[in-house]
């Protein structure tokens, strides 16, 4: 709510997109009573056909500059690579003064493709919830995934400052802690903390499928907690992640660059029999695992799951 005689943020929100992040936060502005109307748009029938059944929102479109018209609010919730068409398709139906921000996982070429496209008056406040599963579609979302988490948010220099206020509030009253940083900084950081260790499950999970039928069935069979893990990141959405590649490609590789040099490092240790240089690493890196723990990002992300480790 806002603080303002208790009334909603937001008169009406219009989520672009209802799969794992669009259905989560629809079902989280209607927990919070964040809007007073939330919409949202899908290009499939079979989705709309769900998304109405579920009850997520108070109305579902086939058009995003259906759902835009008189929204306070509009979030992008699609994969990055729709982002250009979707704001060209918007931009005449929003009116002055609506805020427009996204949850994508890249924030350089998000600002580059949407605004060209929005209108003088229309503000707009790019933003990234550091949460998900590995799940998709409408029927996987759930409130509490923003909960405990970070959402970054990522404003040019010039933004309208109230926008920005709004919609970190917004997330704050999600359940998320907010940070602001510059586009740059954003995708930097992200390329190592997450682009990064999703590229490597690619690969493993990638290079276990190529092996010979007898070996596969033995790694998926004997799958330790390690593989499992990978196989868990490994599932996430192979569109959105496409994108996130090809729209943060500069920074991925200078982190692959960097993770492929340390990886040499590792490489002649375990050759030589350089224990003291393993165990070095081995340490270091299970401080930074403590680090995440402490700060209580560990886990699934998944709210509604117990983090053991938090127990230890």
Known sequence: ?????????????????IGLIGSSLARAIKKKALASEVVTCARSEATRNTVEKLGLVDAVYDSPAEAVRDADLVILCTPVSTYDD??????????????????GSVK????????????????????????????????????????????????VVGTD????????????????????MTPHRHD??????????HLIAYTIVGTATDLEETDQNDVIKFSAGGFRDFTRIAASDPIMWRDVFLNNREAVLEMLQRFTEDLTVLQ???????GDVLEDLFRRTREVRRGIVDAHQAGTFDAREPDDELKK
Not at 125 to 145: D, K, M, N, R, W
Not at 188 to 197: D, E, G, M, R, Y
């Open 1 to 17: 709510m806002d603080d303002e005689k208790g009334k909603p943020l937001f008169q009406k929100v219009a989520l672009i997109g």
């Open 86 to 103: 979707l704001a060209a398709a918007m931009a005449p139906s929003l009116k002055a003064g609506a805020i427009v921000s996204d949850v």
């Open 108 to 155: 350089e070429s998000v600002i580059r493709d949407v605004g060209q496209h929005l209108p003088d008056g229309v503000h707009f406040v790019p933003g990234h919830p550091i949460a998900g599963t590995e799940h998709s579609g409408p029927e996987a979302g759930f409130a509490e995934l923003f909960e405990g988490r970070w959402c970054i948010l990522t404003p």
């Open 161 to 180: 400052a109230r926008a920005i206020e709004k919609v970190s509030n917004f997330w704050a009253a999600l359940g998320s802690m907010v940070e602001i």
């Open 188 to 197: 930097k950081v992200l390329a190592i903390t997450s682009h990064l260790p």
């Open 268 to 274: 002649r240790a375990v050759r030589w029999g350089e």
